[in-house]
């Protein structure tokens, strides 16, 4: 019920903006969402675990979908995007990470929508082309219009230094209350909490594109402490460093028959996208889970043993999500 009553409450925010339980106790009551005798209590309550609504200092709500809308978050990519449908995200997205990790898929401007995989690696997968072609550490800039994401390349290199970037430091300072050291992160969501509170303060701080937010907060290559991390599958990888506190629930797993070419095709990749082996793969199985139906044998042998230059994939192959043209 509660969800339902969060899911009530959004629409009529992204509508109307923010509001307060009081305004929306009312609608809640008329659409049977609650038998509360207090129904602005139970909106309150169940406004308050969301972590898709945040609550402004006068006790109104928002919603992180309506506070986003016509922001600008930049990414630099590590790799040349061409052929990619894979971007492995990082804080500096943490934002859209959080509404596309809830809501499971973020409608894009052409109208496919992107997905999350789900565990370490933040990868967002997409349809082919979502990403424009552009060279490695180019800018990419990530903006909600209308509740669709638009992905479009920064011509234009935004300085490390400008009053929108210094702005932006002294309001998390702020927040923060503590000095300008900002390297040490604990989870993925503090910086997504921490923007979304500048935002209600400073709505129009991210309307122009600025520098990824990990380059302007100097947050180094460790963004947060893994949740969990793989078992490495194949001996000649090293061992992955053990973290502290850290203890793997994970189990081994061994993939046997696996065709030649897609063996040579997931290596390249991993290699290309500067990951391992075990990263890339368990990546790509955690998103054919969340995001793909079953594909019957047939299309999944025919996708991985036809020769790509020899004859096309079938309609049944791509229609699974099973051939992704950075392996054709």
């Known amino acids: 019920m509660s969800k339902r009553i969060v899911i009530h409450c959004a629409d009529q925010i992204n509508s109307s903006g923010p509001l307060s339980p009081d305004d929306l106790a009312p609608a809640v009551a008329a659409a049977g969402l609650t038998k509360s005798g ?65 809501d499971g898929s973020l409608a894009l401007s052409s109208g496919d929508a992107v997905t999350a995989s789900i565990g ?70 503090t910086l997504a909490t921490l923007i979304l509170r500048v935002l209600t303060e400073i709505p129009d701080l991210l309307l122009d594109p600025l520098p990824p937010l990990d380059e302007v907060l100097q947050l180094g290559r460790e963004h947060w402490p893994p949740t ?45 996208l500067g990951v391992s082996l075990s990263e890339l793969t368990i990546l790509l199985l955690s998103a054919a889970t969340y995001r793909t139906s079953m594909p019957c044998r047939h299309d999944a042998e025919e996708a991985w043993t036809s020769s790509p230059s020899s004859s096309a994939p079938s309609s049944r192959a791509l229609a699974a999500g099973l051939i992704e043209s950075s392996y054709q």
């Open 38 to 102: 207090n129904p602005a209590a139970a909106v309150r309550a169940a406004l308050r675990q969301s972590p898709v609504m945040v609550q402004l200092p006068d006790g109104r709500f928002d919603s992180v979908r309506r506070m986003l809308d016509g922001a600008a978050l930049t990414h630099r990519v590590r790799y040349a995007t061409k052929g990619r449908q894979v971007l492995f995200a990082g804080p500096e997205l943490a934002p859209l990470d959080l509404l596309l990790v809830h």
């Open 120 to 189: 370490e690696f933040g990868g967002w997968c997409g349809p082919p082309d979502w990403l424009p072609d552009v060279p490695a550490d180019s800018l990419l800039a990530f903006r909600l219009r209308n509740g669709r994401l638009w992905v479009e390349p920064v011509p234009d290199e935004p300085p490390l230094s400008s009053p929108s970037t210094d702005r932006l430091r002294v309001v998390l300072k702020r927040h923060l209350r503590s000095t300008d050291a900002l390297g040490e992160w604990q989870t993925r969501n």
């Open 228 to 272: 969990w991390r793989p078992t490495p599958t194949n001996p000649a990888e090293p061992p992955y460093p053990a973290s502290p506190g850290f203890a793997s629930s994970g189990q081994r797993i061994v993939l046997d028959d696996l065709p030649g070419p897609l063996v040579a095709a997931l290596r390249r990749d991993a290699n290309n």
